[in-house]
Nanobody, 118 residues
Framework: QVQFVESGGGLVQPGGSLRLSCAAS??????????MSWYRQAPGKEREMVAF????????YYKDSVKGRFTISRDNDKSTVTLQMNSLKPEDTAVYYC?????????WGQGTQVTVSS
């Protein structure tokens, strides 16, 4: 069974930085064959994708509102995905999750809470 364990969230002031990590396991095929994304869900809102990285790391994609501030990366040897978040804004407050992209199942981790507030 696929499992995701997210970590690295916390409370940060506007303009600050956080680095999120996701450890993935239980894939049918090698982790390196899956595109991966970070998603987030703010209170009262639907979950949305914020960043994508292709299996070979050749392609990345970002939601417009985080372009230039967030950077997604992956380590296929360690089956991990990282999201470096800089210049954080209050509107980035949400629970952040990682998962495959496209989604392969309805299995989600517990997420990691990011709160941007002064």
């Amino acid at each position: 069974q696929v499992q995701f364990v997210e970590s690295g969230g916390g409370l940060v002031q506007p303009g600050g930085s956080l680095r999120l990590s996701c450890a993935a396991s239980g894939f049918t095929f090698s982790f390196s064959t899956y595109g991966m994304s970070w998603y987030r869900q703010a209170p009262g809102k639907e979950r949305e994708m914020v960043a994508f990285i292709s299996s070979a790391r050749a392609v990345t994609y970002y939601k417009d509102s985080v372009k230039g501030r967030f950077t997604i990366s992956r380590d296929n040897d360690k089956s991990t995905v990282t999201l470096q978040m800089n210049s954080l804004k209050p509107e980035d407050t949400a629970v952040y999750y990682c998962n495959t992209n496209p989604l392969r199942s309805n299995s989600w981790g517990q997420g990691t809470q990011v709160t941007v507030s002064s």
